[in-house]
């Protein structure tokens, strides 16, 4: 064996070593990370916090001064420059002419009827607070009308970024009834996200998706709930992935909006299936995740606002906060462009298409009204930080609980069902929707409550 052979041979011996021992570090499963349960969030020195268990019935309320200062800053609207000639209606961003008659409607036709139903709808459910870990927290508690026969099953919903407690508000009845078509029947909490609404933003560094996950299962056993069933979507869903890897036994299943497996693993076994997508999906969803080139095309065209919010959050807040016009703009953006790429070029944004424009106002309302936008885009700037995205290897820790994964065509985020189940090992359910988007509950409510009891159903049955 010549010089050179032999020199070739320990290269692909080495190469080879060193593939196998990276492989099997990224498929050598990780310890759930011992959790601090009474982490302080709130202002000032934890060592003189005096801890308010108390629950505390909350109203929304605001006087007329509020809304009449809304009015007239809805009324000096800027001036806005003119959509450019022969670009898509949203391909620059917010059409402006779109957004003179939303500014025009939320002026003379929803304002005026705040007092007499907009915010009587909002405080339909009823609505508490109660501090956890230092931070008030606002959340939604429906208890069913259930007859005896019934099983209860608590159920919990989390919402993500520009969303907040007004995504479920389709929902809840269809959770909350008596229906035939199911035996049991969901106790429904639904809380604003720490930062988000009504729920206190952390003062200090690091309350990321992982650390809130902590507060969501606190405040579940502060309500009486020590085991229940999560739904999430967008930061919802990473939360729930949390609290399904962390409390295996406190949490029953889980039920996701768009989930998602980011880490080496999952990756790598993305561009082998791109290769075969016919091995891994069914031929009539390839579509959903591939190919590669189309999903990174939009994630390049889409993803600006979570470079900003995950590098300079309080910047791009100090221009969004009190500021109802950028406000509506930026946040309504998403709700176009996230519900269907295909938006971008319509001159409406397909908003309505998708949505009650009063409803999407109730959402912007929440952000103006609370003034929360700059402390609910830090999650950004936590979660893409090294604290949280290498602190536990998430993707590497199993997550053991059943669960259900709802896809919906025109989400930001599609996950083969074979990286998935490199996390989820006990993924019990997936289904794809031809129709919706990242916000599907607020779209279609009635296809995540059918896919929700389904999944529910199943786990009832083998537990």
């Known amino acids: 064996m010549g010089l050179g052979t032999q020199f070739l041979c320990l290269f692909v011996g080495c190469i080879s070593l060193t593939g196998y021992q990276y492989y099997r ?25 005096q801890g308010n268990t108390s629950i505390r019935p909350f109203k929304i309320s605001y006087n007329t001064s509020v809304i009449q200062k809304l009015i007239r800053q809805l009324t000096d609207v800027p001036h806005l420059a003119a959509p450019l000639e022969g670009a898509g209606a949203f391909e620059y961003g917010f059409n402006s002419d779109r957004l003179q008659e939303i500014i025009h409607y939320w002026r003379e036709q929803y304002l005026p009827k705040w007092s007499t139903e907009r915010e009587p709808y909002l405080n339909r459910y009823p609505h508490f607070k109660t ?33 907040s407690v007004r995504e479920f508000y389709d929902i809840i009845p269809l959770l909350t009834s008596s229906s035939h078509e199911k035996d ?77 497996v980011i880490g080496t693993l999952a990756t790598l076994k993305t561009m082998i299936a791109s290769f075969f997508p016919w091995v891994f999906i069914e031929e009539r969803h390839i579509g959903y995740y591939f190919p590669l080139q189309s999903y990174f095309k939009e994630i390049l065209l889409e993803s600006g606002y979570m470079h900003i919010q995950a590098t300079k959050p309080d910047t791009i807040g100090t221009v969004l906060v009190g500021n109802p016009v950028g406000l509506a703009a930026y946040i309504l953006e998403k709700f ?34 609370t003034d929360s936008i700059t402390t609910s885009q830090r999650i950004y700037m936590e ?58 509950v607020m779209q279609l409510p009635e296809v995540v409550y059918r896919d929700l009891v389904q999944f529910v159903g199943k786990v009832l049955k083998t537990s």
């Open 184 to 260: 049991f029947t969901f106790e429904v909490i639904v809380p604003s996200l720490p930062g988000f609404g009504w729920s206190q933003g952390s003062a200090k560094v690091g309350l990321g998706g992982q650390k809130m996950a902590i507060i969501m299962k606190n405040l579940m056993e502060r309500i009486g709930h020590k085991r229940f069933f999560v739904h999430g979507g967008d930061w919802g869903a990473l939360i729930t992935d949390v609290m399904g890897t962390y409390f295996s036994k406190n949490v029953l299943g889980i039920h996701q909006s768009g989930c998602g």
């Open 336 to 369: 176009s462009t996230q519900t269907n790429r295909a938006f971008r070029m319509l001159p409406d944004g397909g908003l309505e298409r998708a949505f009650n424009l009063d409803a999407l106002l109730d959402n912007v309302m929440i952000y103006y009204l």
């Open 25 to 49: 570090e990224i498929t050598t499963p990780l310890p759930v990370p011992t959790v601090k349960f009474d982490e302080y969030w709130g202002p000032g020195d934890a060592a003189f916090y």
């Open 131 to 163: 501090q956890i870990q230092g931070l008030d927290i606002h959340y939604i508690h429906i208890r069913p009308n259930a007859d005896q026969q019934k099983t209860v099953i608590p159920l919990l919903l989390l919402h993500g970024w520009p969303g």
């Open 383 to 440: 979660a893409f930080s090294k604290r949280e995205l290498f602190a536990g290897e998430l993707e590497r820790i199993p997550n053991m609980v059943p669960t259900a994964c709802a896809k919906f065509k025109h989400d930001v985020l599609h996950t083969i069902d074979w990286a998935l189940r490199g996390h989820y090992t006990n993924l019990v359910q997936s289904n794809h929707f031809d129709e919706g988007g990242h916000f599907s």
